[in-house]
């Protein structure tokens, strides 16, 4: 796009860096690939290869991954935290004062920002997986075995997997708020339900901090185009079901809600739509840029209850991203929005804060629109945990610190189906049905 920083365009048409090598608590790289053919990878299943029953799949050639809402006893990613993540995952500054505010805050269970995952395969037999499907990035990786500070995790093992080839290419990534993880690369294959894309690239962690070790979520699977990794040069899962027809219609669909007793939250469903978990017809739109899933964002309102719809000069290219929590936007944007918000604050230490009680100050919804179709937010979804020491003030689920384009995380999609169509390069959104 004309508009787009020159750095940025380079930035994802080279593809990501391999970040974070030099981390000082990192492993230096030394352990090398097993050698499968030293297990029994040919016959051997244990206890983690037990067969798929989580993953439904369908006469039809569609596969079927239900999500879970995870809400870990030992804390979970704060507001803070995520905005760190999903600016510098998009290659953008962190503001300094931010960093220095998320060492000093406790990680702790509010119920904000819970963690959704599914269960996917990896090897042959399949060892299954709690990874983070994220459509804003294009790795898959998890723990390998060799990761003696990843005990809360489960771990692949590839003397295990019949299909497992060594690779052995440094790997790493990491973020401001000091999480990481480092190894090394291996292909395998990655399975969900009687889907299998054979020699898919994996980066297998050998060492991570202390965040991700806490991290009930085993790893990652990325659902973006080629050329948005970590590992340079990798075509990705779904780039693979693409090139190689895995799947009749190269499409999979995001409902996401809130979870039930049972701890559902929604569900991945892979080669169609489900048209009973949404509103009406799916609005589809063009991806402006096919590298992550964008689209053109037409403009934002503030629609308040008994008062009216008041626009917001909001609009430009948004990027529709699973594994980021938040809404994120430009200073300007953020500001214009939050002017709407009576008594919202920019912290220079917090960032933007919110009355806790916003939700009846403002009674509505904010509403997107895209393809010239207007898609909700409910306000009382905005309004996040409570800012420690600042009594009656919240996290605000909006933030800046993106130059020119918004990403509308799971706060959106949790209002709103989404279809990403890979084979005709668009992205089709329709209210959720809860």
Request: aromatic residues 10%; charged residues 20%.
């Amino acid at each position: 796009m004309s508009d787009r920083l020159t750095a940025f365009d380079n930035y994802i048409l080279e593809g990501l860096p391999v970040a974070g090598m030099n981390h000082p608590q990192e492993s230096d790289g030394s352990q090398q690939p097993p050698d499968a053919s030293n297990g029994n990878a040919q016959g051997e299943a244990d206890n983690d290869s037990a067969p798929e029953t989580d993953v439904q799949s369908n006469n039809n050639g569609t596969f079927k991954i239900p999500i879970t809402a995870h809400k870990s006893t030992k804390g979970q990613i704060s507001t803070m935290a995520a905005r760190i993540r999903a600016l510098e995952k998009h290659n953008l500054n962190v503001p300094g004062k931010w960093l220095q505010a998320v060492e000093k805050l406790p990680i702790k269970e509010y119920g904000y920002g819970i963690e959704y995952y599914g269960e996917v395969g990896i090897g042959s037999p399949p060892q299954k997986f709690k990874l983070d499907l994220d459509t804003g990035s294009g790795d898959v990786w998890l723990a390998g075995e060799e990761c003696e500070v990843c005990a809360h995790h489960k771990k692949f093992n590839p003397r295990k997997s019949s299909t497992y080839k060594a690779e052995g290419r440094k790997w790493g990534i990491s973020y401001g708020d000091g999480s990481f993880a480092t190894g090394y690369t291996i292909r395998d294959t990655v399975s969900i339900g009687s889907l299998k894309v054979p020699n898919q690239v994996i980066g297998l962690a050998t060492s991570e901090s202390r965040a991700y070790q806490q991290d009930t979520v085993d790893g990652l699977l990325g659902l973006s185009y080629s050329g948005v990794s970590f590992i340079p040069g990798v075509t990705t899962f779904l780039d693979n079901i693409h090139k190689n027809s895995y799947l009749k219609d190269p499409i999979f669909s995001v409902y996401i809600r809130e979870k039930d007793k049972d701890d559902y939250a929604g569900e991945y469903l892979f080669g169609d739509v489900d048209k009973s978990k949404f509103e009406g017809d799916l609005t589809w739109v063009p991806l402006s840029t096919p590298k992550f899933w964008e689209v053109m964002l037409d403009g934002v309102a503030l629609n308040v209850d008994g008062v009216g719809r008041e626009e917001i000069e909001i609009s430009g290219p948004a990027i529709l991203d699973t594994g980021t929590t938040l809404i994120v936007m430009n200073e300007k944007q953020a500001t214009e929005f939050h002017r709407g918000i009576p008594s919202a604050e920019n912290s220079d230490i917090y960032g933007w804060i919110l009355p806790c009680n916003t939700e009846q100050l403002v009674p509505g919804n904010l509403t997107f629109t895209i393809g010239g179709v207007d898609f909700s937010v409910p306000v009382k979804n905005l309004v996040r945990e409570p800012v420690k020491g600042l009594d009656g003030w919240c996290f605000s689920a909006v933030t800046s610190g993106s130059p020119n384009f918004v990403i509308l995380g799971d706060v959106f999609m949790r209002s709103n189906y989404v279809a990403f169509d890979r084979g005709n390069a668009r992205v089709g959104i329709a209210p959720s049905k809860h």
